[in-house]
């Protein structure tokens, strides 16, 4: 060892270097650039967590500012139909078509039924629901026209039709008339006001309800008797003072209300002389309002109600307790469970589509093959007396 060493030393004193020589100082090289790459590539634990949670917090904002741009957006483009609504339900045109579908269903049918609050969305914004609506009405009124049968061809037929009936089913002038090049379609979807939509659509229930078999359901109906009957088709109050009152309808399918009105009498100052005595004329006019439209509303009304110190109220909140919160809550009930029923299908379907796609099974159980022989039985045994304890 003292004699390679020397003339190791040797012979690089002389400009020469051994094999051996050229293998160490290789070796080292790497191992230290191997050691400078390892400390900068690979970070102490707290560190590399922290630069893990520090990304992972970024992505997490990130995602979170955009959940919350999106909801702003959502809530900008519902607020305007918000409003709009909230003028519909202060119409008592609203409730008269609501409850024209709750008495003639029978007639009508169910089958292109909407709920109240599909209809009031329809009226803002038309779809293809509000138009199977109108389509499905305007087929009960004779003749029926071809056109129903075309893209948005029932805006025209509606146009048509209402320009004959107008003076005895509405007041006013018509909103929408029919022209030659069929400009009522876009005007009708994209520049009448909701408010003027809903009298076109109560106007049209007006005439349906003028039709042969809707008089003759009525008639039959009559003729069976009982209170309910004359109540059906005569709606009344169900309380109320002189100058307020209470009205509630719906059904299962398009939902219940409950509406307030509003009597408000005025004095004019003009007067007129009758039978040789001066006197004041006087006019009055009606504000509607719709109070409850779900079960939260209708229990937040019945608080109020509760609280109140007119006994036409709480004679109004008894009646609500009584008759319609236990059928809401079977409602709700049922549409609870509903919903439920139809989270678990979609669980049960996300998880079979997770396994297919995954390609995942279930596990196999390794199975040994049976042999009958002789020698297999006795090695069988013996192994099974082998492994009792002692």
């Known amino acids: 060892m003292l004699q390679l060493n020397f003339l190791t030393w040797w012979n690089a004193g002389k400009g020469l270097v051994s094999p051996t020589l050229c293998l160490a100082q290789n070796a ?76 003639f269903e029978p007639v009508i049918g169910n089958d292109s039924l909407l709920s109240a609050e599909e209809i009031e969305t329809g009226l803002v914004k038309p779809n293809e629901s509000l138009a199977k609506l109108h389509i499905m009405l305007l087929k009960g009124i004779p003749p029926v026209s071809k056109l129903l049968n ?38 009708y979807k994209d520049e009448l006001d909701p408010v003027h939509r809903l009298l076109l659509l109560r106007a049209l229930c007006e005439v349906r309800a003028d039709q042969v078999d809707a008089l003759s359901f009525i008639n039959s109906e009559m003729k069976k008797g009982g209170a309910h009957r004359v109540s059906s088709f005569r709606k009344d109050k169900i309380g109320g003072d002189g100058s307020t009152s209470y009205w509630c309808d719906g059904n299962a399918v398009l939902g219940h209300r409950l509406y307030r009105e509003v009597t408000v009498s005025k004095r004019n100052s003009a007067k007129a002389k ?3 005595k001066a006197c004041k004329a006087t006019s009055s006019t009606s504000q509607w309002e719709t109070l409850a439209t779900n079960l939260q509303e209708f229990q937040q009304a019945v608080e109020e109600l509760s609280s109140s110190r007119r006994k036409a109220e709480a004679s109004v909140c008894n009646k609500i307790e009584a008759d319609v919160l236990p059928e809401m809550e079977k409602l709700q009930k049922k549409k609870d469970r509903a919903l439920k029923r139809k989270q678990t299908q979609e669980k049960l379907l996300n998880d079979v589509r997770a396994y297919t796609t995954t390609g995942l099974t279930r596990s196999c159980r390794n199975r040994r093959l049976i042999s009958y022989t002789f020698d297999e039985y006795d090695r069988a045994i013996d192994e099974a007396i082998k492994q009792q304890p002692k």
Do not use: H, Y
């Open 28 to 103: 080292a090289n790497l191992l230290t650039n191997f050691a400078e790459s390892s400390r900068q590539a690979i970070l102490p634990c707290s560190q590399a967590s922290q630069c893990l949670l520090a990304m992972f917090s970024k992505e997490r904002i990130r995602s979170m500012k955009e959940k919350e741009e999106e909801e702003e957006d959502d809530d900008d483009a519902s607020s305007p139909l918000k409003s709009e609504i909230a003028k519909l339900r202060r119409r008592w045109e609203l409730a008269s078509v609501l409850n024209f579908f709750n008495v």
């Open 150 to 187: 075309r893209s948005d061809g029932w805006v025209t037929v509606l146009c048509k039709k209402l320009a004959l009936w107008w003076p005895w089913v509405a007041e006013g002038e018509i909103p929408l008339i029919a022209s030659r090049g069929g400009d009522e379609i876009s005007k």
């Open 274 to 276: 009758a039978k040789g």
